[in-house]
């Protein structure tokens, strides 16, 4: 998508959200309609290269009623179609930009928080550091979580285990972004021919932020 596109997007999306009804839902509705082209490139070359998606589709939400929900994306079972919702990506960017950084080492907020405090902390200082990537980047990485999670990259282990384990939202969500961010370092190199974490000065060390003590 063309940057001045989702500039667009974005624009009508926090019209909305100042003044919620139809006429920003409608003014939304229609600039979306015309990023269908959009949405059929990023099924064809994001999503369908994974094999057990390789019918699957990506169409953006239109509100009901003048109202959007607040996800940002959804997998539809029954049409096989990962729904974009650029009002929950602006609501995601929002809530990384408000989550505060984390001052703490992890291996000091390891000795000291509870297994389910440490897997909140760390999925917290990991929305803080998105803060560092453009809004638009947001709805590429957003679409790949739900992929992650639609095909359950973080299951393989559970599935191996003859133990059932419960794992905490907090640390599914984590995991599902780690492989998220990999996807999106792919597609940046593909669309713009750099390296994200050099061109955002993103830094997160997947050792430091490790379950071992």
């Not at 607040?70 to 049409?79: L, M, R």
């Not at 999925?123 to 998105?130: G, M, Q």
């Amino acid at each position: 998508m063309p940057a001045t596109s989702w500039t667009q997007i974005e624009k009508l999306s926090n019209s909305y959200l100042r003044k919620p009804g139809d006429a920003t839902a409608s003014a939304l509705d229609k600039c979306l309609k015309r990023a269908t082209d959009f949405a059929e490139n990023l099924a064809t070359y994001f999503v369908r290269k994974h094999l057990k998606l390789a019918e699957a589709n990506v169409a953006f939400c239109m509100s009901t009623d003048g109202t959007f929900p607040d996800w940002g994306c959804q997998y539809d079972e029954t049409t096989s179609t990962f729904v974009l919702n650029p009002i929950g990506v602006v609501l995601f960017y929002k809530s990384c930009l408000a989550t505060p950084v984390q001052q703490l080492q992890p291996t000091k907020l390891r000795l000291e928080k509870t297994k389910e405090e440490w897997s909140v902390c760390r999925l917290n200082a990991y929305k803080a550091e998105l803060r560092k990537l453009p809004s638009q980047l947001h709805l590429f990485l957003l679409l790949f979580q739900e992929i992650a999670r639609v095909l359950e990259v973080t299951y393989v282990e559970r599935r191996r285990s003859t133990v059932k384990q419960e794992i905490p939202k907090s640390d599914l969500d984590y995991q599902n972004f780690l492989w998220a961010f990999r996807e999106l370092e792919g597609a940046y190199k593909y669309l713009f021919g750099g390296d994200l974490r050099t061109n955002t000065q993103f830094t997160w060390w997947e050792s430091e932020w490790s379950d071992k003590k």
